[in-house]
């Protein structure tokens, strides 16, 4: 048995640890109260609606800078990454010191025939392909050329594809075995699929530059194999002839 001084101790003891643990719960309510209330703060700071997105809308009036408008100009003496373009030759085909691009605008002005010099026809196109040419390139301009060229010019180069034949063909698509385009430097069929020719429109959107030099160098190779052919029926006609 206890005796009554132990009976106070133990007492005392069980008030102090009950008042501990009330103590430590409440303010283990106060901690949770405080953080929720954090958590709704910093939800009602954050939120933002789809239609109230902090954001620039090109041409459209913006405060924070000081001409008012969202559309910033282009820090000047600078070149978006990869268009950069010092080959002049490769992005252009035309000659370095050349004059600028022929547009479509422009295109109404250019000798139609040879009755002068290629030269003097086309001053300014580079005479040859400025990029190595193998024979997995004339493959991917054989392929590109069926896909973008052929439905007009035909599939040996004659003008006379499907569409051409199902009556858009006048003027018609030019023949490539003529003797202009045979003798027209390479610079020209580059210029022609990037700016548009007559009623050919500007594939550069469509075909990539390289793209475009695989075409031509597949349309020299398909110029050559006519020409042999050509020459081939030449002599024949002659032989029957004698």
Same mark, same amino acid.
């Given at each position: ?8 101790? =133990? ?10 643990? =009330? ?5 283990? *309510?106060? @901690? ?18 789809? *239609? ?11 405060? @924070?800078?000081?001409? #008012?408008? #969202? ?8 070149? +978006?990454?990869? !268009? ?19 547009? +479509? ?6 000798? *139609?025939?040879?009755? &002068?010099?290629?030269? &003097?026809? !086309? +001053? ?23 896909? !973008? ?23 018609? +698509?030019?023949?490539?075995? *003529? ?6 430097? =390479? ?56």
């Amino acid at each position: 048995m206890l005796n009554c001084k132990e009976q106070k101790a =133990v007492g005392r003891r069980q008030k102090a640890e009950s008042s501990a643990l =009330v103590g430590a719960a409440h303010h283990h *309510q106060v @901690f949770l109260c405080l953080l929720l209330s954090a958590f709704c703060l910093l939800a009602v700071g954050c939120r933002r609606d789809m *239609q109230d997105q902090p954001k620039a809308i090109a041409y459209r009036e913006n405060s @924070f800078y000081k001409d #008012g408008t #969202g559309s910033r100009p282009l820090v000047e003496g600078t070149v +978006p990454r990869g !268009y950069l373009r010092q080959e002049r030759e490769f992005y252009t085909g035309k000659k370095s010191g050349a004059g600028p691009n022929v547009t +479509p605008q422009t295109q109404t002005a250019r000798p *139609q025939s040879i009755a &002068t010099n290629t030269a &003097t026809l !086309y +001053p300014d196109d580079v005479d040859t392909i400025p990029m190595s040419i193998t024979k997995a390139d004339l493959d991917r301009g054989q392929e590109r050329y069926n896909i !973008y060229c052929s439905a007009c010019h035909g599939m040996t180069g004659y003008g006379d594809g499907i569409v051409a034949r199902r009556g858009f063909n006048k003027p018609s +698509p030019a023949n490539y075995h *003529q003797d202009r385009l045979r003798q027209a430097p =390479v610079g020209h069929f580059f210029d022609v699929m990037t700016n548009g020719w007559g009623a050919m429109p500007s594939y550069a959107s469509q075909i990539s530059v390289e793209d475009r030099w695989k075409i031509i160098a597949y349309l020299r190779a398909l110029q050559l194999s006519q020409m042999k052919a050509e020459v081939e029926n030449g002599l024949a006609t002659e032989t029957q002839k004698h």
